[in-house]
């Protein structure tokens, strides 16, 4: 458990904050933090078991800065559960996608901080914090159907979520692609909803100017050549609705 600083100009800083479940039957969850001079942005929170150390650390971190942002990039529970911890004790806006905004409250948001919830279109959407640009970038169906990613030029980091996903590994950045896949392979099969929608996906992206991937389970893609390899795996991988036999059967008694 743990942070490990990502990048740090100065004024600009991004911070992973890894395994703060510390192991158990809990799926292991990164958190990511984004801090520019005074404001910053903290990435799919997580769940309650792990709350209080992440708000924790997150206020560590920003030293005399205040939380403006939450970013929630689709509606799974180690991503949401915590949300209204978050907005009952800070003044941050909240961001998710427009087609969770009615059900992420079922998670037990308080009426008090509902008003700080705000949808995110479909195209995606820019944000400010504190002078420094970023972008939401839409990703839909990987794997949610309202499903978005942030892009950090300063940094120049791609948070992709559940893409980029591995399990079963205690690395913290990937140096052997082929030997990693196995660890990814099998979730982004399965999750993932087909190759026409990480296609898409990878056409987006390319032209962007990324130093690292980084994803919300597992490890981190840095430096250009693995974070070529990975889109380019991505951009080839069939998955999803192009490995299930499209007619379901009754199961055997």
């Known amino acids: 458990m743990g942070n490990l600083t990502l ?12 395994d703060f479940a510390q192991g158990g039957i809990a799926v292991q969850a990164n958190q990511h933090l984004i801090v520019h001079g005074d404001a910053g942005m903290i990435l799919d929170p997580g769940g309650h078991k792990i709350y209080n150390k992440v708000f924790s650390e997150t206020r560590s971190l920003l030293g005399k800065g205040s939380l403006k942002y939450l970013f929630l990039s689709h509606q799974d529970p180690d991503i949401v559960a915590a949300a209204n911890g978050w907005l009952m004790t800070t003044d ?49 169906f990987l794997h949610s159907c309202g ?13 992709s ?19 990693h896949i196995p660890a990814m392979e099998g ?37 250009k050549e693995q974070v070529g390899r990975f889109i380019d795996w991505c951009e080839a991988l069939e998955c999803g609705v192009d490995l299930i036999v499209p007619e379901f059967t009754i199961p055997d008694r």
């Open 7 to 18: 990048f740090d100009n100065g004024n600009h800083k991004n911070f992973l904050l890894e």
């Open 92 to 140: 941050a806006e909240a961001y998710a996608s427009n087609l969770w905004l009615r059900f992420i409250p079922h998670f037990g948001l308080d009426h008090l901080v509902a008003e700080r919830l705000h949808g995110i279109p479909d195209g995606g959407m820019r944000l400010d914090l504190g002078g420094s640009e970023l972008l939401v970038l839409p990703a839909h």
């Open 147 to 159: 499903n978005f990613q942030v892009y950090d030029p300063t940094s120049k980091i791609l948070y």
């Open 161 to 179: 979520g559940d893409l980029g996903a591995s399990v079963g590994i205690d690395y913290r950045e990937v140096t052997d692609f082929d030997a």
């Open 187 to 223: 979730f982004h099969q399965r999750y993932m909803a087909s190759n026409a929608v990480m296609a898409a996906w990878a056409r987006m992206v390319r032209p962007l100017d990324i130093e690292i991937i980084a994803p919300q389970h597992g490890a981190v893609f840095k430096g």
